[in-house]
């Protein structure tokens, strides 16, 4: 049934931007821009792969040009650092730089995790899986990217304690699984039962 016809739904959706918009509240005292908090997050999350315009435009779901802006800006405020990749020379990467790590101590979602942690860990466990999936099942339904991280990826290949990526044929180190990468692919999964 689509969104018009539950209200539950249409609540759920409501409610996610409300909490969006709400963590956000105060972050005009800090001189930031809600997409610059949100290009740093992702820059300090990405992995070696991913650290690109283009992977934090889909991540943002926005265009190359607005995300470009946005990486600039904190290029000229040194909070990110630009350099080639090594993978391709062609490639421009970007760093966290020890200023943009120092801004993320004051991440405004800081507030919205601690009201989180209110939940118990049972609880946010599980609303952090049921996010997950609506994240991939929106950008299913955008058919855009949605960028999670390699242990939740169908690429991921483990041979013993051997980790690689199956689409690049790149090898990752286990401090990799947790990275946000523009590659992600939800493994399959049984959909939820109604009883669930």
Excluded at 77 to 90: H, K, P, V
Excluded at 135 to 140: F, G
Excluded at 159 to 164: D, F, H, M, R, Y
Aim: net charge negative.
């Amino acid at each position: 049934m689509g969104i018009q016809g539950s209200n539950t739904a249409s609540d759920l959706a409501e409610l996610l931007v409300q909490l969006g918009r709400a963590a956000y509240a105060d972050c005009a005292a800090g001189d930031l821009t809600p997409a610059q908090w949100t290009a740093l997050r992702f820059f300090s999350r990405a992995n070696r792969f991913s650290r690109t315009v283009s992977a934090f435009a889909d991540f943002h779901a926005t265009t190359r040009g607005t995300a470009s802006q946005t990486v600039r800006s904190l290029v000229e405020r040194e909070l990110l650092t630009r350099q080639a990749s090594e993978r391709d020379g062609r490639s421009v990467l970007f760093e966290l730089s020890a200023a943009g790590r120092h801004w993320l101590e004051r991440d405004p979602l800081h507030a919205l995790a601690r009201a989180g942690e209110r939940l118990g860990s049972e609880r946010e466990l599980l609303i952090t899986e049921e996010l997950r999936r609506l994240r991939d099942w929106l950008a299913e339904e955008r058919k855009g990217a949605a960028l999670g991280n390699c242990s939740r990826c169908g690429h991921l290949r483990r041979e013993g304690e051997k980790l690689s990526c199956g689409l690049l044929q790149e090898s990752l180190a286990e401090s990799e699984l947790q990275e946000y990468c523009v590659r992600y692919r939800p493994t399959a999964e049984v959909p939820p039962s109604d009883g669930e």
